[in-house]
């Protein structure tokens, strides 16, 4: 759903407007909105630097359900030879290359392609990954994107033996406040996790903020967000706005400790959480995007091919599970006493509903605590659980 679709023309971008610090009755409930590092989504929490930690940039980035993931997917790469000779890895979302750069050390004969919109993560995700080069390609594109970049490629004609998707804005996005990603840092109010085609390729937050009528505000909010609040905030938002447009992100965490009633503010985790979500993935078309890419993903495997999804969220979740539901049923007509042959699923499921993570990880990385992980193998080839 395009919300802009509903608007005259958008504004070019946020005006710039110096720091500022919040008054002290909103400090009460957002005590850390200059200083802490937020977490991934809606419940992760701010992660420490654990020991073994990778360090890029200056700050830890650890992937989540690493081992997990290299359990569900091996069995895909390893068919032909046990170093993964022969076999294809898409990183759907590559961002700081940790499980990249995971599967090309146990696997030293594995290819792999790694895909992501922002410049910034391939650009570090290619150093992480230099030791590798001759067996790694790296794209700018959106994963919705997967089709074209994989037949641009040498193995378009072969398939892909192993897909992995890691959804939602990266920690290394998170941990840079410039990108106005969270509501820990008072930032300007960007979003853009990269590149975006088409006219709302300029799109920010502060747009949004500063130019979606309130009707559009409210269903922005509510069905991205999943606030509670949404019509309440839209009629903030649209009444300061009159005043002075939004710029920052404490201007509008600011705005979120008004509207928000004081009770729903002091439980729940931080009141900000659902607006940012909400205005993030406007921003970047997310959902959109992953709508489009999960059949993509799944066409693009050989049989026998496995794909791993993580969300961090309940609406991406909710598109993972429709989708890979109608990708493991029957197409055999209702009624039928028998199935019919060429009618079979084309999937089979891996994982009992969502994965989570385990205490012990949760205590590692606190980031990981909403992840849901769903996996999923093409119907042929080596069926390997």
Not at 22 to 47: E, I, K, N, Q, W
Not at 284 to 307: C, D, Q, W
């Amino acid at each position: 759903m395009k919300h802009s679709a509903t608007f005259s023309d958008l504004a070019t971008g946020p005006q710039a407007r110096a720091v500022w610090p919040l008054p002290d009755p909103a400090l009460t409930y957002f005590p850390d909105v200059r200083f802490a590092h937020s977490g991934r989504d809606l419940t992760a929490g701010a992660a420490p630097t654990p020991q073994g930690a990778a360090m890029v940039d200056d700050e830890p980035h650890i992937p989540v359900l690493l081992d997990r993931c290299v359990e569900l997917l091996a069995p895909a790469l390893t068919r032909t030879d046990s170093d993964g000779t022969g076999a294809t890895l898409v990183d759907a979302t590559l961002g700081a290359g940790g499980h990249a750069e995971r599967f090309l050390t146990q696997f030293p004969g594995l290819r792999l392609i790694g895909l992501d919109r922002d410049p910034d993560a391939l650009k570090i995700a290619g150093n992480r990954l230099a030791p590798f080069a001759d067996r790694v390609t790296l794209v700018h594109a959106r994963y919705d994107d997967m089709a074209t970049v994989i037949n641009d490629t040498t193995v378009g004609d072969t398939g892909i033996d192993g897909i992995l998707f890691d959804l939602g804005v990266s920690s290394m996005q998170l941990d840079r406040p410039e990108r106005g990603f969270s509501y820990s840092t008072d930032a300007p109010l960007d979003m853009r996790m990269g590149m975006r085609e088409g006219p709302e390729a300029d799109l920010t937050a502060a747009d949004i903020l500063n130019t979606f009528d309130e009707k559009a505000l409210t269903r922005l909010l509510r069905e991205f967000g999943e606030e509670r609040f949404a019509g309440r905030i839209a009629r903030h938002i649209v009444r300061r706005r009159a005043v002075t447009p939004f710029s920052r992100t404490g201007e509008l965490v600011e705005l979120l400790y008004q509207a928000i009633p004081a009770p729903a503010r002091r439980t729940g985790g931080h009141p900000a959480k659902r607006t940012f979500q909400a205005l993030r993935i406007a921003v970047n078309a997310e959902l959109e995007s992953l709508r489009t890419a999960l059949p993509v993903a799944m066409a693009a495997l050989r049989p026998g091919g496995r794909i791993v999804v993580m969300a961090y969220q309940s609406l991406e979740d909710r598109i993972v599970k429709t989708e890979f539901a109608a990708a493991t049923a029957s197409r055999t007509p209702p009624g039928l006493p028998v199935e019919l042959p060429g009618y079979e699923p084309e999937f089979v499921t891996l994982t009992r509903g969502a994965e989570r993570a385990g205490s012990d990880e949760t205590e590692r990385n606190p980031r990981s605590a909403p992840v849901r992980l769903r996996a999923l193998q093409r119907v042929g080839g080596n069926q390997q659980r």
